[in-house]
């Protein structure tokens, strides 16, 4: 693999997963939403980094991303939708939940980074190579009270690249469970949990990039991370 773009590289696991690539030589793209953050991550990633500020929830800035990425890295070899969102925290009530607040937590999980799926997937098919992941997480399979927004979007995504990898053969196509991670999102949506229990971004990017070495399209991985 020596190109990647990663969705959500400001904090947490889609930062770590940007570093861990520039490490080991790949060129990355790596798309948030503008912050001081992002453009710390600039400095600190070095020249193989190219930052897009753009809203993955918005198809119109995914397509013009898409553009973006190619003029950067002629190619794509890997594509990880990684930025996320819970919806209003603190966590509620599903039927307190506004349709319109659902709408944009698909917007931000699923349909926004769909547009970004199409355009560099698509060129993957015509190559007849490349892998797109999309961060799962236990909500989508486990009815936790409150989480509703977030555990159906993730849900969608899981079956939507399921569906992926049946129509593209020559695309990989997984989802990824990262496990419960000490990040702004775990901070946010457990915020008495003890962040000694949880993983490290930095940890699941390693494993994640050793379980990219031998999976297979269509299918819906609990990362295992080593200690
Ligand atoms: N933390 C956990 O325990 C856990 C467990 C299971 C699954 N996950 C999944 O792991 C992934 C990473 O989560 P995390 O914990 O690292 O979250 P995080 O620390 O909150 O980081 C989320 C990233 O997504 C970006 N983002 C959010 N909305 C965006 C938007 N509309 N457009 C562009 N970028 C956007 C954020 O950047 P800006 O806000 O700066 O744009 C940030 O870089 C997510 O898919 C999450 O669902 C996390």
Do not use: C
């Not at 486990?142 to 993730?154: H, I, L, M, R, T």
């Amino acid at each position: 693999m020596q190109t990647a773009v990663i969705t959500g590289v400001s904090r947490g696991l889609g930062r770590a997963i940007a570093l861990t690539l520039t490490n080991h030589g790949v060129r990355v793209v790596g798309i948030a939403r503008p912050s001081v953050e992002l453009d710390g991550l600039v400095g600190e990633a070095g020249p193989l980094f190219t930052a897009i500020a753009a809203d993955v929830a918005d198809p119109d800035a995914m397509v013009r991303a898409a553009a973006s990425t190619f003029a950067a890295l002629g190619h794509v070899d890997l594509l990880v939708h990684n930025a996320s969102t819970l919806g209003p925290v603190p966590l509620r009530p599903t039927l307190d939940i506004t349709a319109q607040q659902l709408a944009q937590v698909f917007a931000v999980n699923v349909t926004g980074p769909h547009a970004l799926t199409r355009r560099i997937a698509g060129a993957m098919a015509l190559r007849g190579q490349g892998t797109v992941v999309a961060i799962s997480s236990d909500a989508a399979v486990n009815a936790y009270e409150e989480w509703g927004p977030y555990s159906a979007a993730k849900a969608s995504n899981d079956h939507l690249y399921r569906v992926l990898a049946a129509e593209n053969p020559t695309v990989r196509f997984i989802t990824v469970d990262p496990g419960e991670m000490d990040t702004a999102m775990h901070a946010a949506a457990i915020p008495e949990a003890d962040v000694h229990t949880l993983r490290k971004p930095s940890q699941v990017a390693k494993a994640l990039v050793t379980l990219l070495g031998h999976a297979e399209t269509g299918v819906r991985y609990e990362l295992e991370v080593s200690p």
